[in-house]
């Protein structure tokens, strides 16, 4: 059963950071390209930022160079740090397989950027 439980997010002023982790289970973990997406109410889910087994990353344009993404293959455990962060990226962040995400979502967790 794939499990994938996000967790890091919370209210945080404009210019300020965020580290969100996801710990997947219930799937090879190490095979898979993850990333992280996020939706904003109203919005459809997008594709924030993935990493591939081998390292090679891609993010959205609207969050390049302010977002890294990192993995633990040994702790099957995806990262996303978020640095001068804005208004914009309020939403809720999941993470899952990319480009085709996995039938089961995490809960996700919560960001707001606010002052």
């Known amino acids: 059963q794939v499990q994938l439980v996000e967790s890091g997010g919370g209210l945080v002023q404009p210019g300020g950071s965020l580290r969100l982790s996801c710990a997947a289970s219930?799937?090879?973990?190490?095979?898979?390209?993850m990333g992280w997406y996020r939706q904003a109410p109203g919005n459809q889910r997008e594709l924030v930022a993935d990493?591939?087994?081998?390292?090679?990353?891609y993010y959205a344009s609207s969050v390049k160079g302010r977002f890294t993404i990192s993995r633990d293959n040994a702790k099957s455990t995806v990262y996303l740090q978020m640095n001068n962060l804005k208004p914009d990226d309020t939403a809720v962040y999941y993470c899952?397989?990319?480009?085709?995400?996995?039938?089961?979502w995490g809960q996700g967790t919560q960001v707001t950027v606010s002052s």
């Open positions: 219930g799937i090879i973990f190490s095979r898979y390209i």
């Open positions: 990493m591939t087994v081998g390292g090679t990353t």
């Open positions: 899952n397989r990319s480009p085709s995400p996995l039938g089961s």
